[in-house]
T-cell receptor, first 114, second 113 residues
Framework: DAGVIQSPRHEVTEMGQEVTLRCKPI?????LFWYRQTMMRGLELLIY????????DSGMPEDRFSAKMPNASFSTLKIQPSEPRDSAVYFC????????????FGPGTRLLVL | AQSVTQLDSQVPVFEEAPVELRCNYS??????LFWYVQYPNQGLQLLLK??????LVKGINGFEAEFNKSQTSFHLRKPSVHISDTAEYFC???????????FGSGTRLQVQP
């Protein structure tokens, strides 16, 4: 099993640029989650999808952030325009859509906005 | 709203000693409880989880945790730690029908020779 795949693994960009993070969930999983990890705020949910439909986006910081899941095997998280405070590690996770199902995490994308 | 408190930000311990990492949660409804481990520059890996039934849950790498509903706790234990257990450990909860996890702030376990 390939596990959850995220790309890129590292991204360095300048303030104001658009950033797109990508995620391929585990085949057969129908729930997908985006989390952000920072020293100040720890691990926090940004958004999650069930069957490609956004269910809870209450964690999305503001309109600069958007997420899509056009099909069951691909999701993107876009930041436009990026700001230095967006610097963080962004994790994608996937699971089956059953209560208490284990979430499997990708290796993360480390984003640095200068 | 649910919340998770990990009481210790760092726990130093000598190799082969026992360890307990503490976790308390608050929720008004029934919850599912998880412990994840994060090694440096890696994603999170599930150690164990409590869904229902027996309150003592055994996980990978010799870890176990006990669910205590009256104290709203889910402490993680290992009777004898190894150097390779050095990592950050996260307690997490999902509440009712909400699939997303709420994480604690993490505990850094530092195993010394």
């Amino acid at each position: 099993d390939a596990g959850v795949i995220q790309s890129p693994r590292h991204e360095v960009t300048e303030m104001g640029q658009e950033v797109t993070l990508r995620c391929k969930p585990i085949s057969g999983h129908n729930s997908l989650f985006w989390y952000r990890q920072t020293m100040m705020r720890g691990l926090e949910l940004l958004i999650y999808f069930n069957n490609n439909v956004p269910i809870d986006d209450s964690g999305m910081p503001e309109d600069r952030f958007s997420a899509k899941m056009p099909n069951a095997s691909f999701s993107t998280l876009k930041i436009q325009p990026s700001e230095p405070r967006d610097s963080a590690v962004y994790f994608c996770a996937s699971s089956y859509e059953t209560p208490g199902a284990t979430q499997y995490f990708g290796p993360g994308t480390r984003l640095l906005v200068l | 709203a649910q919340s998770v408190t990990q009481l210790d930000s760092q726990v130093p311990v000598f190799e082969e000693a026992p360890v307990e990492l503490r976790c308390n949660y608050s929720s008004s409804v029934s919850v599912y409880l998880f412990w994840y481990v994060q090694y440096p520059n890696q994603g999170l890996q599930l150690l164990l989880k409590y869904l229902s039934g027996s309150t003592l849950v055994k996980g990978i790498n010799g870890f176990e945790a006990e669910f205590n509903k009256s104290q709203t706790s889910f402490h993680l234990r290992k009777p004898s730690v190894h150097i390779s257990d050095t990592a950050e450990y996260f307690c997490a909860v999902s509440e009712g029908g909400r699939r997303a996890l709420t994480f604690g702030s993490g505990t850094r376990l530092q195993v010394q020779p």
